[in-house]
């Protein structure tokens, strides 16, 4: 088990390009969600999947926000036409589930938009 | 008026203090709380998970958790220079999935 993994740990585009970033949780951990931390911040949840369902998205996305969790394993977050405003980390977590358990943290993709 | 509140800090000290970290919170309905790591550009990293009312202790860490007057604490003693970081504390309610964040307070042990 070699924890959640994020790739890629960084990520510099240009104003209107699209990115994505992608999650592997911890093998077995059926819940993953996206976090967004900004400098000073804690994380602020974007949203939630049980399994496959993407069961929560967060107000803080906007229609240029979305994320997938095909078969329930690993996921992806897409930002289309970025704006400097979504430069911040985005983290991934994940959690087994059968009970409110711990959140394991990846080491975060950092996106810088200029 | 924000869910959880945590000082941002900075806090520093000298090497070997007991350092003292704390958040407050307005929902009774949380009863999991952690306390997590982050050192700088890195993802946050768990160090304490409890649940309800009472202490729990591992290695130099002590978590105490009061939910009569919604107040969490983390205690650190013999502080180490490799102890600086930011650390985050986080809540949830029992059968929900929302982990809630501090904005965590920034430690500083100076050698």
């Known amino acids: 088990d070699t924890g959640v993994s994020q790739n890629p740990r960084h990520k510099i585009t240009k104003r209107g390009q699209n990115v994505t970033f992608r999650c592997d949780p911890i093998s077995e951990h059926n819940r993953l969600y996206w976090y967004r931390q900004t400098l000073g911040q804690g994380p602020e949840f974007l949203t939630y999947f049980q399994n496959e369902a993407q069961l929560e998205k967060s107000r803080l996305l906007s229609d240029r926000f979305s994320a997938e969790r095909p078969k329930g394993s690993f996921s992806t977050l897409e930002i289309q036409r970025t704006e400097q405003g979504d430069s911040a980390m985005y983290l991934c977590?994940?959690?087994?589930?059968?009970?409110?358990?711990?959140?394991?943290f990846g080491e975060g993709s950092r996106l810088t938009v200029l | 008026q924000k869910e959880v509140e945590q000082d941002p800090g900075p806090l520093s000290v000298p090497e070997g203090a007991i350092v003292s970290l704390n958040c407050t919170y307005s929902?009774?309905?949380?009863?999991?709380f952690m306390w997590y790591r982050q050192y700088s550009r890195k993802g946050p990293e768990l160090l304490m998970y409890t649940y309800s009312s009472g202490n729990k202790e591992d290695g130099r860490f002590t978590a105490q958790v009061d939910k009569s007057s919604k107040y969490i604490s983390l205690f650190i003693r013999d502080s180490q220079p490799s102890d600086s970081a930011t650390y985050l504390c986080?809540?949830?309610?029992?059968?929900?999935?929302?982990?809630?964040f501090g904005t965590g307070t920034r430690l500083k042990v100076l050698a």
């Open positions: 986080a809540m949830i309610a029992s059968g929900t999935y929302k982990y809630i």
């Open positions: 929902n009774s309905a949380f009863q999991y």
């Open positions: 977590a994940s959690s087994l589930g059968r009970v409110t358990g711990e959140l394991f």
